[in-house]
């Protein structure tokens, strides 16, 4: 559905270049029948996910016919009913694989993980084991790391992952580091990753994405644990600039990796998946993170925060220097220099505003203007790089902005006139630098054309 647009715009210039004669029409019947075909990452995936459901669906009815029949059947039966189901499903999905019928094997293996889930339950009730969330947690993680790998699942390893994060939320009620805790949550973070780009799927970049992300939480709250960190504003301010690094990170890196052809020809379409996935994902937390820091420096109270607490938090700390190294990658190795260079100040641009926040929490106006050019950037990065998203998430970043500060600042008709006068001019001159940008490569790209 959301190629239709795509697809339009192809059919109008093949016609086009067919009657220019730039092309053949049987090269512009092929160029529609590859696209029509579609690749991987381009197929339908709507019986995918319906076929997700389904298995879903199958595994809570094994779940609930169990529980309704509970004390009917025998604890052989139950233990039986368990592994045959794991039995047969796993040799479904034998089965299937060998036949190429891929998606059938997949949710064949998510089925046989789900009731592998469902067994652990089912299992600790019937013995009365003592309840240990964080250890069943981590049973279900292992169980569907080993579907996973061993049958290449994407299902299971959505399943593993979001079991990750579970694990790391159950494992103890204030996060405290060990190195046997950071040493596994590591590891399986390694694991997830490492799976995605071997076996690309659309719903596995994001689990993985959501898996990092929780990772990462659990560090920050550790940390400012271990800092014993008491105040509220000092905490919010610290979890403001632990978002943004983050979404400056993935904004930065998942660029750079994502653009980078050299790299991608030697991991594959994995990796470039994934790093795309996570710009797409930067850009948002970045424009979210922008609006909430703008909101927040509006009611936070200035004497409570403890800025050397919060700039001295290790994890941010670290996610701060991984977005800075990985800019300066950006702009030195990015083949078109001007839409690297963007990219790199739009990312780095929202850790910006944190940290303005954090060292002086006081000046309004300041926050406010780091907010806006922060938004500024991340639209004409957009435009310089191409990416619609961008350029989109950007403008409604301006647009929220200049009508949060309108809210908050304007109280007369005389300050509204100049409220909208500078909003105005502000706003032209970005429309006249993204002209003059769109202008420029439009000049580029056709002499590039006259070149060829």
């Known amino acids: 559905m959301l190629h239709r647009p795509y697809r339009r715009r192809l059919e109008a210039d093949l016609a086009r270049w067919v009657e220019k004669g730039w092309i053949s029409a049987e090269a512009a019947a092929r160029i529609r029948g590859d696209v029509a075909a579609g690749t991987g990452a381009d197929r339908f995936r709507l019986p995918a996910l319906l076929g997700g459901i389904g298995a ?63 067994g652990l339950a089912l299992v600790g009730q019937m013995y009365h084991l ?78 993985v994405l959501a898996h990092a992300g929780g990772t990462y939480a659990w560090l920050v709250a550790g940390a400012l644990h271990g800092r014993a960190i008491a105040q509220d504003d000092t905490i919010g301010s610290a979890v403001l600039l632990a978002h943004l690094s983050l979404a400056a990170a993935l904004a930065v890196w998942g660029y750079a990796l994502s653009r980078d052809e050299r790299l991608s020809a030697r991991v594959g379409v ?19 993170g922008v609006m909430v820091t703008l909101v927040i420096a509006f009611a936070l109270d200035a004497a409570e ?37 963007g990219i790199a100040v739009a990312g780095l641009a929202g850790p910006v505003v944190a940290l303005a926040l954090v060292a002086v929490p006081g000046l309004i106006v300041l926050h406010a203007v780091l907010a806006l050019g922060a938004m500024i950037a991340i639209a004409m990065a957009g435009s310089g790089a191409h990416l619609l998203s961008w350029t989109l998430i950007g403008n409604l970043g301006i647009a929220a902005v200049l009508l949060f500060l309108l809210q908050e600042t304007v109280g007369s008709l005389l300050g509204q006139s100049v409220f909208f006068l500078l909003a105005g001019v502000v706003l032209i001159a970005v429309a006249g630098l993204s002209a003059r940008m769109v202008k420029r490569r439009s000049a580029s790209l056709h002499e590039q054309g006259e070149g060829a």
């Open 56 to 118: 879903i669906c199958l595994a809570l009815a094994v779940v609930a016919f169990v529980a309704a029949n509970w004390e009917a059947i025998p604890r052989p039966a139950k233990l039986a009913g368990i592994a045959g189901l794991l039995i047969a499903a796993h040799g479904v999905a034998g089965w299937s694989a060998t036949r190429g019928l891929n998606r059938i094997a997949d949710l064949a293996t998510l089925f046989a993980t789900l009731v592998f889930v469902a």
């Open 270 to 288: 994995g990796l470039r998946g994934l790093a795309g996935a996570a710009m797409y994902l930067g850009v948002v937390l970045l424009a979210g």
């Open 305 to 341: 925060i403890d800025a050397g607490a919060v700039l001295t938090l290790w994890p941010v700390v670290l996610m701060l220097a991984g977005a800075s190294i990985g800019a300066g990658w950006l702009v030195g190795k990015g083949s078109t220099r001007a839409a690297a260079l």
């Open 130 to 207: 003592p309840t240990d969330w964080a250890g069943g947690a981590m049973l279900v993680v292992l169980g569907a790391l080993a579907a996973a790998w061993g049958t290449g699942s994407r299902a299971s390893l959505v399943v593993a992952a979001l079991a990750s994060l579970v694990w790391l939320a159950w494992r103890e009620d204030v996060p405290t580091f060990t190195p046997a805790g950071l040493l596994i949550a590591g590891l399986l973070l390694a694991a997830t990753i490492a799976h995605v780009i071997r076996h690309p799927s659309l719903a596995g970049r994001w689990a």
